[in-house]
């Protein structure tokens, strides 16, 4: 059975077409600015092309959103393209994880539902680098833990840029040295190593916390610069939430 499974984040739009539960192909659109009905129909039916993906092979569309304005025109495109309705998903969709809060987001829900199922028999951590730099902890049976939220690596980024006349437009990535002497590298320095600080500390402090050594996952835009530099993230996996998702919905009724 193929599957389309659709992760509307608040930067960007991340699709999977699953075989199963594998994720064989994955693309990114962003997520602003918003789309009509119509854009993102044309928009979908040229990256099923270019990915050679048959729409009337697909029978089941799952969608996961944290941006409600676009779930309802992400709907309809689908409805339009696979004569189907989406299976829509969120914190209350039943699954082997306890959300508890009524305020948590689905991204973060459905990051624990992939940690729970991907990775059982011990406390996970997961690192999600995204729009927010988000840390969730769930354990062996499923109960969540807790949830940190940071300011994003690259949302932080884009202000410093824009509230400041001289530093420019950078590379997010790991400078040669910690200090550096030229502008870019100074700020790819405070970037890099000033937020993988933060995250360290995230994971220490929430292995004190609950008394255990957890299993650290990293997802998101950014996680792959982060996942080489320290040693307390065992698995990056950009396609994480989007197995979250792909489990959450695989087998409701839309």
Same mark, same amino acid.
């Given at each position: ?45 040229? @990256? ?5 993906? #048959?729409?009337? +092979?697909?029978?089941? *569309? !799952? &969608? ?68 927010? @730099? ?5 354990? #062996?049976?499923? +109960?969540?833990?807790? *949830? !940190? &939220? ?105």
């Amino acid at each position: 059975m193929n599957s389309i499974v659709i992760n509307v984040g608040n930067s960007n739009i991340r699709f999977g077409l699953f075989n199963g539960d594998n994720c064989d192909i994955s693309w990114v659109i962003n997520t602003k600015p918003y789309r009509t009905v119509d854009e993102l129909y044309v928009q979908m039916l040229m @990256l099923y092309q270019t990915y050679k993906i #048959e729409p009337e +092979e697909i029978t089941r *569309v !799952i &969608i996961g959103s944290v941006v409600p304005q676009l779930t309802k025109v992400i709907s309809s495109a689908i409805k339009k393209i696979h004569k189907i309705s989406p299976v829509i998903v969120d914190r209350s969709t039943p699954s082997g994880v306890q959300a508890k809060s009524k305020q948590m987001g689905t991204d973060i829900y459905a990051n624990l539902v992939a940690a729970h199922n991907l990775y059982p028999n011990q406390k996970k951590i997961v690192i999600d680098f995204g729009t927010a @730099l988000t840390a969730s902890c769930v354990t #062996e049976t499923g +109960e969540t833990l807790g *949830v !940190i &939220i940071a300011p994003g690596i690259v949302t932080s980024l884009n202000s410093l840029i824009s509230q400041t006349a001289q530093l420019p437009d950078i590379e997010l990535k790991k400078p040669k040295t910690v200090l550096g002497l030229d502008t870019v590298t100074c700020m790819q320095s405070g970037m890099v190593y000033g937020f993988l600080g933060m995250v360290e500390g995230f994971i220490d402090r929430i292995n004190d916390e609950v008394n255990d050594d957890c299993f650290v996952v990293a997802t998101g835009g950014v996680s792959h610069v982060y996942k080489p530099l320290t040693e307390k993230i065992h698995v990056m996996d950009r396609l994480h939430t989007l197995k979250g998702l792909y489990f959450l919905g695989k087998d409701l009724q839309p």
